[in-house]
Every structure is written in C-alpha cells, then in structure tokens.
C-alpha cells in the first residue's frame, strides 16, 4: 500500500476541528450578535401562483419594534436580478417576489425588527392581496405548449433542452442483439442541514463597506452579492471564519444575503436573517434535483452493453439558479464505471410552481447512478443473468486506464474488479446470498443491493461551458498561503468557510508531510474574502485534490527557498543537500537547522543569497489538474480524478408492513490516497446515511393545491440512528496520477451509490412478485401496498 | 415579562423574559450559553437538548418560565472552563478520537444524550447507545463514528479510578 511511505498523511489523526465542536465552542452564525442588530423575518406566500395587488403593511409597521418591511417592487428597483446559470435573461429573480408569486413558501415582503420575535408577530399584519393563477407542478406537463409558463415572459416552462450524441448510437443500436427501455424517477430530496441558513450583513458607511457573515457553501459568493448590489467587489467583506452546520452543497444563500444586505445598507445597522425551520424547507432554495429518467439499452446475448440513450428531465422550480447545471455533472461519468460504447443523452430542465432546487451533494450525480445501476439490473434480469458477473464484465478494466469515455472525459485510474472482489471476501457473499434465502424461507421478503458507481473530483466546473456556450469558465482554482513567523511556527491561511469537511486538518496534514513538521503545531487561519486569494469554495469533491494541492505546492515552495538559503549558507550545491524534518543536512555531514534559516531570512538580510526576498512566506494558485480546455464538439475533459465505490447490502421485510431492516451493509471505497482516514470514513458512513434516506424517506411532496406537505421533521423522514445500520467500508487505494499524492475526492462518498444499491435491494426482494419500483424513495406504504396490491 | 431562576451548569442564573420564550432561547439569549442549537425547533432533531437532572430534554420544547428552578447542565457544563478552558470530559474525548462527528452542529446534543446514558448506564451495548441517541439527528456522520464514541467513552469511563459514572466534573 502507498500509505506507509508518509509520515503524517494516511495515518490515524485527530481532526483538530473537533474539539471546538465537542466543547460547543464552534462559531456558529446564530452565535454571532453585533450591537444594535435587527432582524429580519420573510412573509410566505400562501399560493403556488398569484398576481400581487398590493401588500397592506401599515398595521406592522405601527407596531412597537417593527423598523421596516420591506417589498418586492422596493427591491427590485434597488438591485440587480439575482445570476441565472444559463442564458435565460426573461427568468428574472429577487430575493423577493415581485408583481407574482411562482410558489408556495415564497417571499412575498420582509419585516424588520428589533427582534426576531417582533417580526415574526409583525407577519401577522400583513394583508397581502392576490390573485390566485394557473400552477404547474409536473414536469412533464410543464412542457406541454398548452401549460402556462412559470414567467411568462420567458414564453415557455423550458430552461434547458440539449441533446447530445456521443460515439455511434445508432450503429450500437442496430448491432446489439437486444434492447430495453425503462423510466425511473428521483423524488425531490434534499441534503437538510440541522443548521438553516443564516447571514449577518453590516454596512459601514465611513468605510463604504458591508461585512457579511453566513453559513455559506458557494462559490463565488462574494462577487454574487456585490453584483447583484452594484456594490465594487472590494466593498464586500466576507468573513470565513464562520462555522457553517452542515450544507452538502445547498447553503448557497444568495437570496437571503442580497436581501439583509441590502437593508444592512438602507438602514445602516447590522442586519441578521436566519431561517426557521419552516422557511428553511419550503423557501430555502435548498431542494435537490427532482428528476425523470427514460433509458432505452442496448446489449448483446452475452451482456456486453454496447449503448445507451438516456432522457433527464428535471423539474427546477420556480427559477433557473444554478439548477440545470445538475444535469451536466453527470456528462463526466454518464456511463458508470462500464464501456459502454456510446450515448445519447437528452437533459431537460423546466420551471413549476415549486420550491427552487439548488445545488445538493453529487450534483446531479447520485440520481443518474441510480438510472444507470438500474439499467444494470433491469439488462441482468432480462438475459437470466447474475447481476454481479453482468457489472463485472462491463466493467473497465485497471489495464484500460485513463479511459476515455464518450462524452470526452478520461477516467484517470481504477482496479473496480480488485475493489469488488475484496468487498464479497469482505462480506461473505455466498454466506450473505444463503442468508437472504433463510429470510424469504422464514415468511420474509429479503433482497440483495448491488451498486456500483463513480465519484468525479475536483473538476474544473466545465458543465457551465458546455451547457451555456456564451460561459467561457476554464479554471475552477484553489488557493493557500504560507507564513513562517520569526519564532519559527507556521501559519497557513484557507479561503472558503468549512461545513464539516475538515479542511483546517486537510491542510495541517499536508503541510506538515511537506514540511515534515508535525501538523498539531501547525495553525491554520480563515482570513475575510479581501484577504484572500482566488478560491471556489469545498464543491464537487475538489478540497483534497485542489486545497490539498496547493498546500502541497505553497510548502513545496516554501521548502525550495528553504534549501536555497540552507545551499548559500553552507556554500554547497543544493543537489548535495537533504531536507529532513526542516532541519537541512550536506553531504559532508553539516547541519543547517531550522532555527538558524528562520534567524536568516527574518534578521539576517546579509546573510540570505543575492536578490533574495527576506522572510518566510508563500502561496500557491492551482489550476485544475487536466482542466485546461474548453469543449469542443460537445465535449470536455470534466473532472481530473474518479473515485470508486462499490455497495453491497442484505435487506429484509415484512411483507404486510414493509418496513426495511438493513442487516448489512459493506461498502468497498477508492478514493486514492487518504489524507485523514477518520475524515474520509464519515464522509462515507454520512453519505449512506444520506443515500438511505433518499432511496426509503425524504422527499419534498406537494399536495395538488401546490402546498408543500413535507415542511417540518414530522413529515419530512430522516434516518436515525436506528435506520442506518452498522457499515463496513473496505478500503482500496489506486493513487490518481494528477494529484500530489495521488488523492482523488470523497466528500460525495457513499451518497452517490447507496440510493441505487437500496433500491436494487428492495426491488430483488420483490422480484418474485413482478414488481418495480420506478421511483424513489421507496416508502414503506408503497413497499405494502405493492405487494398487497398483488397477493390480494 | 417574568423573573426565571435557574440553575446553569452549577451557577444560579437570573433573567427577565416574556413567557413565550423557550427554554432553548433562553440558554442562548439570555444567559449567553451558545453551545445549545437550533435545529428544527419543533422537537425532532434533538440539536437542542440539555440535562435537567440528569435527564436529556429537548430546550425548544420548554419554556423557560417551566424551568424555574431546575438544574440545568448545558454543553458548556461538560469539560474545563474558565482556567481549565481546553481540557475535554471523557465522552468529549472519545468523539474526537473517533471523529464521532463532522459539522458540529448536532454534536453538543449528541454528547449531553451521551451524558444521560452513560449516567444510568455504564455498560452498555451498542443497540442501547442506538436507542439512547435515536432522538438526535445527524446529517454528516451515519452515526457509525458516533456509537463508536459513546461504546469507547463507556469503556474508558469503566477503566477510570475514580468511579464517578459521568464527566460533568471539571469544574
């Protein structure tokens, strides 16, 4: 194994966040107060779909507290439209609703007050007056000509319409012996962080500047509000050092921070907007994709899969956002980890008068791995042939690396064979096979889950140039900065808030392999945006490779200064130099400690060589490994490293009550070379848990007056503790070959197959009684009723 | 507005608020102990919960008025303070050992429902750690690094010399 040739990197470590956290000490945005701060609470609409006549708000304004409410129309005449993905100016969106209201739960006015309490009683006395319209909730009937559009001067429900055919489709179609077609759908799930968002604006006039404070995910954040504020990009000062409650990609909070921005500078007190949980799920932004898949697959007698054409239609609510960009991730691994020869994938984005989807963990990934592992399934049952053997001989082969895939990206390194094989040792699969058959003897039904499935990191975000050819994005880059200080310690600066990933670690760890300094002695500091280089914030699995990397590479520099001062002072070549433990040592058996080089290049200017810089300071700008080009012909290189996972899970059911009972669950992960092991573990362990409730609990449903029934954690399920079983991850490590230590991503880890393995295991329980379930989640209800409905 | 007099962490602590106020607000807003989160506030997630006695409640389901009196133990009440800020309890210990979590967010609940169990509880399996913790809700971890720290900080506190059952004690 590569792990035993590091000294700090791969080894059991503490995470260092952790005992803030363990001690309640985290700095939380609900934990930050500023003297005379006001509050600000949203008023939800009641329709899925209304004109605005007027809003009524003298009756809160007259009461005691109540400082202002603000509208729609106020703000819209203030600031700019908030930024839409793709070219779809006639979308137009503002923290608040204006002239009409597009769904249930959206803001229709603010009050502002001198507490949180105040405003909401202010709420209350608000007399909104509309007038309900037409709404639409499906998404494919949303695309009917005949249904009205969300914005009708957009002219359509359509946001998004590509077609795309990569490699000989029809040829494969025409040559292969068979083919099916299936549908499957991904209910509107997502992530839901215990902590909301919130945000904390203040507006400094003498200084012209507005310091925000939030539990934020995402990218490019900062220029996002001074934008949409018409605001200089250097008078928005984000801070980082926030400690952000969980996101798993939603807390984006553009909306939110326009907004309390924007009073922040009207008002000029601080300002602080944090969700209930109430705004959180049905106006949070904060629903994943809700998406339909139609696949036709085409394969031979021996279950060789030679094609596949694949129909996505994802249903975005009620404005574009970044939304339809979900359906382009997936391009970067859209045949799995199989050879399959070509694809035709047509991605389709609508609005409805639903809750905005934003951007949730994988991307888009873990709803097409499903479509695509049930592809798998549906082939092997079709031919009578074993699921597991039909995956391993498609698989790609470790001898087929880097492969290059239809749609233009080359998978850098893999042995899926080696992972899957260690997994059924690890389980004991013929042991497990015999078990489930013990079960449905016993009156049970019983299923085994198999899924197998890619994780894309640390990729350049080129799904923006490929689905909006007027965005000419090549570089997704990550920074760090490194400080010696004049007493020898080191100090090294992230630029992006963390929401669990444990990037202060991540940094430490390499930092100190670098430097070969033990990491605990190593500080790592969260300076504001304006004093911060260029990042794009811990999205698409990216932090190991891109944070990690140019850590690598600021120490890397750090240590050549290092040895060139060390080569001066001794008056050797630096090829006849060692580094150790930063310590240098010469050939002829001298030693230059560190001490004495950090006295030199903090005191000693005489002593550093010629047209040296004094001090001890670095920093590295990463470009994406393998990102350096735009698309062309409707491909791109997308995402430098794939990780591997392999699912294997043994359920059992009552077949009257239905209720799943997860009695094992093994997971075989690649994830490269591992920066923190316990890091990397929970990630996966919590993406499981994720996938779980995505593939049996959690959806976002709506009745069919538009409301959303699923708006509190009664109605909304999430797995506990009870749910989610006892996991066993067996490791493989194949290093990536773009990365500094061949790491490849994991923060999607476990989320982007488990959905697909549950469902396979319920719907092999099932499978004797001709029954599918097509969409996700699986309830319980659905699980009894289906088989009542075919036992009765 | 109403008087509340409780006890916090060993302190007596006073306050004026209004009787709509929970328990949970209280904590925060008044006696400053942020430490004890807000998750859903309707009493699911179990963010929020505190010791009254002992016993895990969850503070967004009190109000304060009904705390009159009681002994409250928060999260700030677990491990050093003051002088001794930075010394971890022993099931405070045992999460980060196992990286028993990840954001943070839900873990002071996590280990005051830890606390309660391991109060009553010196021993136990891991379906009653599963039991005692199915009222919290994490996001991040799966829970397994989580049952891997409670069932460790239950053996370390089996080992201790001292025989006190909990770690409420650095006072």
Redesign the interface.
Same mark, same amino acid.
């Given at each position: 194994m590569t792990e035993q040739k590091y000294k700090f990197l791969s080894t059991p470590r503490?995470?260092v966040?952790?005992?803030?956290?363990? @001690?309640?000490?985290?700095k939380?945005i *609900?934990?930050l107060d500023r003297p005379n701060m006001l509050h600000v609470a949203p008023l939800a609409s009641h329709h899925a779909a209304a004109v605005i006549n007027g809003i009524d708000a003298s009756a809160a304004l007259a009461m005691p507290g109540v400082v202002d409410v603000i509208t729609g129309a106020e703000l819209a005449a203030a600031v700019q439209p908030l930024m839409n993905g793709l070219n779809t100016p006639n979308v137009r969106r503002f923290p608040l609703a204006v002239d009409r209201v597009r769904y249930a739960g959206e803001w229709v006015c603010a009050v502002v007050a001198e507490s949180r @309490?105040l405003a909401e009683d202010a709420l209350e006395k608000i007399i909104v007056d509309a007038t309900p319209q037409p709404f639409i909730l499906d998404a494919e009937a949303a695309l009917l000509e005949t249904s009205a559009p969300v914005h009708p001067e957009h002219g359509s429900n359509l946001l998004l319409d590509r077609k795309f055919v990569w490699g000989p489709v029809d040829d494969d179609f025409d040559a292969a012996a068979h083919s099916l077609s299936f549908s499957v759908t991904w209910g509107r799930n997502s992530?839901?962080?215990?902590?909301t968002f919130g945000v904390l604006a203040e507006w400094n006039g003498w200084d012209q500047m507005l310091d925000i404070w939030a539990s934020i995910q995402m990218p490019k954040y900062a220029d996002q509000i001074a934008r949409s504020l018409d605001l200089p990009g250097n008078a928005i000062r984000v801070h980082y050092d926030v400690?952000?409650?969980?996101?798993?990609g939603v807390k984006r909070g553009i909306k939110h921070s326009v907004l309390v921005g924007y009073v922040a500078r009207k008002l000029g007190c601080p300002v602080r907007l944090i969700e209930?949980?109430l705004e959180n799920m049905r106006a949070g932004d904060a629903h994943g994709p809700e998406r339909k898949f139609d696949i036709t697959i085409a394969f031979d007698q021996d279950g060789t899969v030679r094609s596949m054409k694949m129909r996505a239609l994802d249903n975005a609510g009620a404005y574009a956002g970044r939304a339809p960009f979900q359906l382009g991730k997936p391009i970067s691994a859209i045949v799995g980890p199989y050879q399959i020869n070509s694809v035709a994938y047509h991605a389709l984005s609508v609005t409805t008068n639903k809750t905005v989807q934003e951007a949730v963990r994988g991307f888009g990934q873990a709803p097409t791995n499903y479509a695509i592992e049930t592809a798998m399934d549906r082939v092997a049952k079709y031919l009578g042939m074993d699921r597991l053997a039909l995956r391993q001989k498609n698989l790609i082969r470790k001898d087929q690396f880097p492969y290059l895939i239809p749609s233009g990206s080359y998978y850098d390194s893999g042995d899926y064979h080696a992972v899957i094989d260690k997994v059924l040792a690890a389980a004991d699969y013929p042991a497990m096979l015999a078990e489930r058959d013990r079960l449905r003897d016993a009156g049970m039904m019983a299923g085994i889950g198999i899924a197998a499935c890619l994780e894309p990191s640390g990729g350049n975000s080129s799904f923006e140039p490929l689905l909006n050819q007027s965005n000419q994005t090549s570089t997704w880059m990550e920074s760090c900065q490194v400080n010696i200080d004049a007493l020898g310690k080191l100090t090294a600066r992230i630029h992006t808030t963390s929401?669990?990933?444990?990037h202060e670690t991540l940094v430490s760890t390499v930092l100190g392999e670098v430097m070969q300094i033990d990491p605990e002695l190593i500080r790592i500091t969260r300076p504001n945006s304006l004093e911060s280089l260029p990042g794009n914030s811990p999205v698409g699995s990216r932090m190991a490779i891109m944070l990690g990397g140019a850590a690598a590479r600021a120490g890397e520099k750090l240590k050549a200064k290092i040895m060139a001062i060390a080569a001066h002072r001794l008056g050797v070549a630096i090829d006849q130099l060692r580094y150790e433990g930063g310590d240098v040592l010469a050939h002829d058996g001298r030693r230059f400690t560190w001490d004495e080089m950090v006295e030199l290049a903090h005191r000693q200017y005489h002593n550093l060589p010629d047209g040296m810089d004094p001090g001890l300071a670095s920093f590295d700008i990463m470009q994406v490994p393998t990102g350096d080009a735009l698309p062309v012909d409707d491909k791109v290189q997308m995402y430098p490293c794939y990780s591997f996972e392999f699912h294997l899970l043994l359920v059992s059911f009552d077949p009257i009550i239905g209720r799943p009972d997860i009695h094992s669950y093994v997971i075989g992960h690649d994830c490269g070379t591992v920066i923190n092991p316990?890091?990397v573990?929970?990630?996966t362990?919590?993406?499981?848990?994720?996938g779980i409730g995505a593939a049996l609990f959690e959806e976002f449903a709506y009745d069919t007056n538009g409301q959303l029934l699923t708006q509190?954690?009664?109605d909304y399920l999430?797995?506990?503790?009870?749910e989610?079983p *006892?996991?066993q991850i067996v490791k493989h490590c194949t290093p990536s070959p773009h990365t500094v230590f061949g790491q490849k991503g994991s923060g999607e880890s476990?989320y982007l197959g488990a959905p697909a393995a549950v469902s396979a295991a319920i719907n092999d329980a099932v499978s004797g009684l001709g029954i599918h379930f097509e969409k996700l989640p699986i309830r319980m209800s659905a699980i009894s009723d289906a088989i009542a409905a075919k036992t009765s | 507005m109403n008087d509340v007099t409780l006890t916090i962490n060993g302190k007596p602590v006073s306050g004026v608020t209004e009787p709509r106020v929970t328990l949970l607000d209280f904590l925060r807003d008044v006696a400053g102990l942020k430490g004890t989160h807000a998750g859903c506030e309707h009493g699911v997630c179990g963010a929020c919960t505190v010791l009254i006695d002992g016993t895990a409640v969850r503070s967004c389901l009190m109000l304060a008025v009904q705390a009159e009196g009681e002994d409250i133990t928060t999260i700030e009440g677990i491990g050093g303070s003051g002088a001794r800020a930075g010394e971890l309890g022993v099931i405070q210990d045992a999460f980060c050992e196992t990286h028993g979590l990840q954001c943070g967010y839900c873990t002071p609940g996590m280990i005051l429902a830890a606390e309660a169990l391991l109060s009553v509880n010196t021993d136990p399996t891991e379906h009653e750690v599963r039991e005692a913790i199915s009222g919290n809700i994490c996001r991040c971890t799966g829970y397994v690094q989580i049952v891997d720290a409670i069932l460790l900080a239950a053996k370390r506190l089996g080992q201790r010399n001292d025989a006190v059952p909990s770690d409420a004690t650095l006072a």
């Open positions: 503490r995470p966040e952790d005992r803030r956290f363990v @001690a309640g000490r985290g939380f *609900a934990d @309490a992530t839901v962080p215990i902590e400690d952000v409650g969980g996101s798993y209930d949980r929401s669990g990933q444990g316990a890091i573990s929970g990630m362990y919590g993406g499981i848990a994720h509190s954690f009664l999430m797995p506990s503790s009870h989610v *006892a996991i476990g | -």
